[in-house]
Every structure is written in structure tokens, then in C-alpha cells.
């Protein structure tokens, strides 16, 4: 059995789990939808007090969190494997098993489960993207519809990669570190507002540190057909989203580093 | 005094068990401490191009983020796990043998679980952005001590009705998680409401003016919008009393209905576990 057919196994076992119990399932959905967008309750109001900010209105915001949502959304519900793995896979010495089989540790983690619950987030941020394109002008021609799918491509790749450096860290400190929220769900924090309003530094530490702006400010600047405010040539905005795959690439080979250096914690 | 005992006990215990974390609270401190600046660095934004149309001035919703950041963990986000665990398998059982008020042997419980989450967090906090931010040149985006000596000694009040208050609706959330077996269902619910309605998210006055009046008087404010606004003297005088009756008044209503609520789960209640 190839890879690919692997994985689709691993996917197609984690659903049937799932709809064992369909209502806890539409149950959890729904929590996470309400929980997740009480978020763009407070860019409206925001928006609403003090008028356009950067040049933005709400509707134009609200493309911006719509995306980055629904990307993060992608790569919450794919990387569950990688999340919990220093919890379920390094401090309980599971790893070990996992190693065992003739098959990549990390396609294993891939598909150790796909949380459908996740989907919530997704769930809200598309109605968003429908009633924000009702308050903007967006076209969706075939050109911007190839920019908001490679985009989001990019924004899941950057995501999961984040996700991949967490697990990687836990070979150094065993148990998965809370800290790496700060770069999923605070990544996600700050990306759903538009770069442009932010200081300086901050806006540095998005574009070059954690592309964040590459996969949601730049190609979302090429579907709203705007120049850049801050200079970014026009050329280069649907480019942009390939940074989330190098982000990825670089992880992995962390996450190699990583391997190379496990000692089981079983016993 | 002698009363009293058993319930200081309840709290001492649960608050020393929830002081052994020590690294995930470390680590939780570190993300708040990063949520708070993202969040402040928004605030700066929009204060930036039209800081009129702001309810309270930047300095105070600098602060605002800090003490919220600081006390989230008195926020009854989501109903106490020990007790939806006890109903699950029937450890229910020793709390209805205990010769003890059973909803103040919960709520003491709950105030335990609350604080000990809390203060650790709050002392980093000060320290982090009260003391260091201004140290190292960034005291624009420092929390501010109180407005005044009157804000301080009012939010004294403030923060122990708001404490009191977060424990009441806690133990509403326990209560129904008692009696349906379900703590997923209640949270998913109590998590947005909480959240939006207490001014965690935003503070109240930021919403569109037409909900103030009924923003104001809801039970919620009371957590942390209402001793927060005490705090740098948004509300001072006839008005910081009025904020402290309604947190009083609504923590007596939400104790007597919870009160209430206790007593017929308490009486249907079916043993669980073997």
C-alpha cells in the first residue's frame, strides 16, 4: 500500500470513529463554531466605533479573518496527530510503537485522527466570507477563486508546520508546551485584522518570522484587487502564499533533527 | 468561626492541589502575556486614527487588557471538572454523606479552584506589565495602578463581589452539568456567553450604543467589566456604588436560584458508578 492510500485509510477509520457518535460530534461542532466566532463580534464592533482603519472597512477586515480562519480551521482538524504528541506520544513512550512500523512517524501522526469537530471554526468563517463578499465588490473570477484556494493551500501549510515545530519540541522538553499557542491561536489572533494597522515590528515579525502575512495580507491584497499601502509590489502579492510551504519544508527538517535525537521515556 | 471550618478546608485543599502546576502555569502566563499584547496592539490601531470615538482613553484600555489577562482564571469559563467527574462516578456520593451545607461545600470548592488558578498569574502579571514594562521604557503600554486611593479601596469590594459572582455562575454551570451528565454541551455555552457578555472580549461601552442599557444591567458585567471600570475610575462616585449593588445584588439572585436548582438535582439525582 502506497502513502497516499495509507493515509486515506488512517482518514476514512478516524470518520467512521466519529459517526459512531454523530450528535456528540454535531454537539462539538457547534460548540467550537459559537466559541470560535464570538471573534468577529468584536472586529465588527470594533469597526463599528471607530470607522475604517488602514483603509479597511469592516467588510474588506472581515475577508481577512474569513481566510485566515478557514486556514488555521484546515490545519487544527489535519494536525491533531502533531498537537497532542507530546502528551500521548513522547511521555507515554507510544512513540516507541509508532517507530516500529515499517512507515513514517510523521504520516502515522498525519492520520492519527481528524477532529470533523474542528470544522466548526470553518463553518462560521465561510458564512463570514459569504456576507463579507455581500459588503465588498469582490469578483470571484476563475483568477481569484486559483489566488483564495492557493492562499489558503499556503495558510494550512504554514499552520501545520507550526504544529510540526510544537511536536518537534516535544523530543527536547517531553510533554507538549502550551506556549505554542501563542503562534497557532495568536498567529490566528493577529492575522484576522489586515497588516497594514499594526506597529512597525509587528508587522516584520509577520512577514519574515512566521509568514502569517504572506499567506493571508498579501494574496488577500490580490483578491480585494488593492495595491499594497505599505509598497509590496503587485506582483508579487498572489506569490506570496509560498513562504507557508517553505515554512513547512523547514519544519520537517526540525522535526528530522528532532527524531534523530529521541530516547524512548518508556520503560 | 467553628462553622466555617469545614468550608475554609475545602477551599485550603483544592487551592494547595492546584498550586502544584507550576510549569503549566509559567506556561499559561507566557501566552496570556503574548494574547494581551496582540490585543493591545489592535487597541493601538484603532485608537490611532480616531481615538475621539473611544468610550475610555487608551491608557485605561491598556490596563483594561492587563488586569483582564491578569484574572482570567476567576472567569467561569467552564464549569469545575471535579464535579461533573464526582457525578460521573458516583464520588457525588461522599459530598451528600458530608454533614454540610451541600451547596456551600461546592461553591467554597469552586472559590478554591478559581483563586488558586488566579492570583499566581496575577502576581506574574504584575511583575511582567506592571513593574517591568515601565522599567524597560514601554510605560505607555504598562498597567496602571489604580485611579486614585478611592478606585483602589472601592475595587476592593469590586473584586470580591466580582470573585463571588464568577463562583455563583460557576455553580449554576456545575449544577446543570450535574444533572445532565454533560460538561461539553454546558461549556460550549457558557464559554461564548461568558465571554462576550462580561467584557472579556471587549469592553462593554464598545458596542454599539444602542445595547447599553441592557449591556449594563446584565448579570455578566458584574465579572469584569463593572470592577475593572472601578478600577481606573470609569465609574466612580453615586455610579461605582450602583456597579457594586449590581454585582451584589445579581450574586444573591444567582446564589438563590442556584440554591434552588441544587436542591431538586440534588433530589433526583441518580447514583452513578459502582
Given at each position: 500500500?502506497?502513502?497516499?492510500?495509507?493515509?486515506?485509510?488512517?482518514?476514512?477509520?478516524?470518520?467512521?470513529?466519529?459517526?459512531?457518535?454523530?450528535?456528540?460530534?454535531?454537539?462539538?461542532?457547534?460548540?467550537?463554531?459559537?466559541?470560535?466566532?464570538?471573534?468577529?463580534?468584536?472586529?465588527?464592533?470594533?469597526?463599528?466605533?471607530?470607522?475604517?482603519?488602514?483603509?479597511?472597512?469592516?467588510?474588506?477586515?472581515?475577508?481577512?479573518?474569513?481566510?485566515?480562519?478557514?486556514?488555521?480551521?484546515?490545519?487544527?482538524?489535519?494536525?491533531?496527530?502533531?498537537?497532542?504528541?507530546?502528551?500521548?506520544?513522547?511521555?507515554?513512550?507510544?512513540?516507541?510503537?509508532?517507530?516500529?512500523?515499517?512507515?513514517?512517524?510523521?504520516?502515522?501522526?498525519?492520520?492519527?485522527?481528524?477532529?470533523?469537530?474542528?470544522?466548526?471554526?470553518?463553518?462560521?468563517?465561510?458564512?463570514?466570507?459569504?456576507?463579507?463578499?455581500?459588503?465588498?465588490?469582490?469578483?470571484?473570477?476563475?483568477?481569484?477563486?486559483?489566488?483564495?484556494?492557493?492562499?489558503?493551500?499556503?495558510?494550512?501549510?504554514?499552520?501545520?508546520?507550526?504544529?510540526?515545530?510544537?511536536?518537534?519540541?516535544?523530543?527536547?522538553?517531553?510533554?507538549?508546551?502550551?506556549?505554542?499557542?501563542?503562534?497557532?491561536?495568536?498567529?490566528?489572533?493577529?492575522?484576522?485584522?489586515?497588516?497594514?494597522?499594526?506597529?512597525?515590528?509587528?508587522?516584520?515579525?509577520?512577514?519574515?518570522?512566521?509568514?502569517?502575512?504572506?499567506?493571508?495580507?498579501?494574496?488577500?491584497?490580490?483578491?480585494?484587487?488593492?495595491?499594497?499601502?505599505?509598497?509590496?509590489?503587485?506582483?508579487?502579492?498572489?506569490?506570496?502564499?509560498?513562504?507557508?510551504?517553505?515554512?513547512?519544508?523547514?519544519?520537517?527538517?526540525?522535526?528530522?533533527?528532532?527524531?534523530?535525537?529521541?530516547?524512548?521515556?518508556?520503560? | 468561626?467553628?462553622?466555617?471550618?469545614?468550608?475554609?478546608?475545602?477551599?485550603?485543599?483544592?487551592?494547595?492541589?492546584?498550586?502544584?502546576?507550576?510549569?503549566?502555569?509559567?506556561?499559561?502566563?507566557?501566552?496570556?502575556?503574548?494574547?494581551?499584547?496582540?490585543?493591545?496592539?489592535?487597541?493601538?490601531?484603532?485608537?490611532?486614527?480616531?481615538?475621539?470615538?473611544?468610550?475610555?482613553?487608551?491608557?485605561?484600555?491598556?490596563?483594561?487588557?492587563?488586569?483582564?489577562?491578569?484574572?482570567?482564571?476567576?472567569?467561569?469559563?467552564?464549569?469545575?471538572?471535579?464535579?461533573?467527574?464526582?457525578?460521573?462516578?458516583?464520588?457525588?456520593?461522599?459530598?451528600?454523606?458530608?454533614?454540610?451545607?451541600?451547596?456551600?461545600?461546592?461553591?467554597a470548592r469552586s472559590v478554591g479552584w478559581m483563586l488558586a488558578r488566579a492570583l499566581p498569574r496575577a502576581v506574574l502579571m504584575v511583575l511582567a506589565a506592571g513593574i517591568v514594562l515601565p522599567l524597560v521604557g514601554l510605560g505607555?503600554?504598562?498597567?496602571?495602578?489604580?485611579?486614585?486611593?478611592?478606585?483602589?479601596?472601592?475595587?476592593?469590594?469590586?473584586?470580591?463581589?466580582?470573585?463571588?459572582?464568577?463562583?455563583?455562575?460557576?455553580?449554576?454551570?456545575n449544577i446543570i452539568v450535574a444533572a445532565s451528565l454533560n460538561e461539553r454541551g454546558v461549556n460550549a455555552v457558557l464559554t461564548p456567553l461568558v465571554i462576550v457578555f462580561s467584557g472579556s472580549l471587549l469592553p462593554l461601552d464598545?458596542?454599539?450604543?444602542?445595547?447599553?442599557?441592557?449591556?449594563?444591567?446584565?448579570?455578566?458585567?458584574?465579572?469584569?467589566?463593572?470592577?475593572?471600570?472601578?478600577?481606573?475610575?470609569?465609574?466612580?462616585?453615586?455610579?461605582?456604588?450602583?456597579?457594586?449593588?449590581?454585582?451584589?445584588?445579581?450574586?444573591?439572585?444567582?446564589?438563590?436560584?442556584?440554591?434552588?436548582?441544587?436542591?431538586?438535582?440534588?433530589?433526583?439525582?441518580?447514583?452513578?458508578g459502582g
Open positions: 500500500m502506497n502513502a497516499l492510500a495509507l493515509y486515506g485509510r488512517y482518514v476514512a477509520t478516524s470518520l467512521r470513529a466519529q459517526a459512531q457518535y454523530p450528535t456528540a460530534t454535531l454537539m462539538l461542532t457547534a460548540g467550537h463554531c459559537a466559541a470560535t466566532a464570538i471573534e468577529i463580534l468584536c472586529v465588527f464592533a470594533l469597526f463599528h466605533r471607530f470607522g475604517s482603519v488602514g483603509g479597511w472597512t469592516f467588510g474588506e477586515a472581515a475577508v481577512f479573518y474569513a481566510l485566515v480562519n478557514i486556514m488555521f480551521s484546515l490545519a487544527d482538524m489535519l494536525s491533531r496527530g502533531f498537537e497532542v504528541f507530546g502528551t500521548d506520544f513522547v511521555r507515554t513512550g507510544a512513540f516507541d510503537r509508532v517507530l516500529l512500523r515499517p512507515r513514517a512517524a510523521a504520516l502515522q501522526l498525519a492520520g492519527y485522527e481528524v477532529r470533523l469537530s474542528r470544522l466548526g471554526r470553518l463553518l462560521q468563517a465561510a458564512v463570514v466570507l459569504v456576507f463579507a463578499t455581500s459588503l465588498v465588490p469582490i469578483a470571484w473570477d476563475a483568477s481569484t477563486i486559483a489566488i483564495a484556494v492557493w492562499a489558503v493551500a499556503g495558510g494550512v501549510a504554514l499552520f501545520m508546520g507550526i504544529l510540526v515545530l510544537q511536536a518537534t519540541l516535544a523530543f527536547w522538553t517531553v510533554d507538549s508546551l502550551e506556549i505554542m499557542n501563542v503562534l497557532t491561536y495568536g498567529g490566528v489572533q493577529a492575522a484576522q485584522y489586515p497588516l497594514n494597522i499594526y506597529a512597525a515590528w509587528f508587522r516584520q515579525v509577520l512577514t519574515f518570522g512566521l509568514p502569517l502575512a504572506c499567506v493571508a495580507y498579501y494574496p488577500v491584497l490580490a483578491i480585494l484587487k488593492r495595491p499594497d499601502p505599505l509598497g509590496a509590489p503587485d506582483w508579487l502579492l498572489p506569490l506570496a502564499p509560498i513562504a507557508g510551504f517553505a515554512f513547512l519544508a523547514l519544519s520537517f527538517v526540525a522535526w528530522r533533527a528532532g527524531m534523530a535525537r529521541y530516547t524512548s521515556t518508556g520503560s | 468561626m467553628a462553622a466555617a471550618r469545614p468550608y475554609l478546608a475545602a477551599f485550603r485543599a483544592r487551592c494547595q492541589l492546584m498550586l502544584q502546576y507550576r510549569a503549566a502555569a509559567l506556561a499559561g502566563f507566557a501566552t496570556q502575556l503574548w494574547w494581551g499584547a496582540i490585543r493591545i496592539l489592535v487597541f493601538a490601531a484603532f485608537y490611532g486614527v480616531n481615538a475621539a470615538a473611544a468610550p475610555i482613553s487608551l491608557a485605561d484600555a491598556v490596563t483594561y487588557v492587563w488586569l483582564g489577562q491578569a484574572l482570567l482564571a476567576l472567569q467561569p469559563w467552564i464549569a469545575d471538572p471535579e464535579i461533573g467527574l464526582a457525578v460521573r462516578t458516583g464520588g457525588v456520593g461522599y459530598d451528600r454523606l458530608r454533614p454540610l451545607d451541600a451547596y456551600g461545600y461546592w461553591y505607555d503600554w504598562a498597567w496602571r495602578p489604580p485611579s486614585g486611593v478611592t478606585a483602589a479601596l472601592l475595587f476592593v469590594p469590586a473584586f470580591a463581589l466580582m470573585t463571588m459572582l464568577g463562583a455563583a455562575v460557576l455553580m449554576l454551570a464598545f458596542y454599539p450604543d444602542a445595547l447599553r442599557p441592557f449591556l449594563h444591567v446584565q448579570p455578566l458585567a458584574g465579572l469584569v467589566d463593572i470592577p475593572f471600570r472601578i478600577y481606573f475610575a470609569d465609574l466612580k462616585g453615586a455610579a461605582a456604588l450602583q456597579g457594586l449593588a449590581l454585582q451584589a445584588g445579581w450574586t444573591v439572585v444567582l446564589i438563590g436560584l442556584g440554591r434552588l436548582a441544587m436542591e431538586r438535582m440534588m433530589r433526583r439525582l441518580e447514583m452513578q
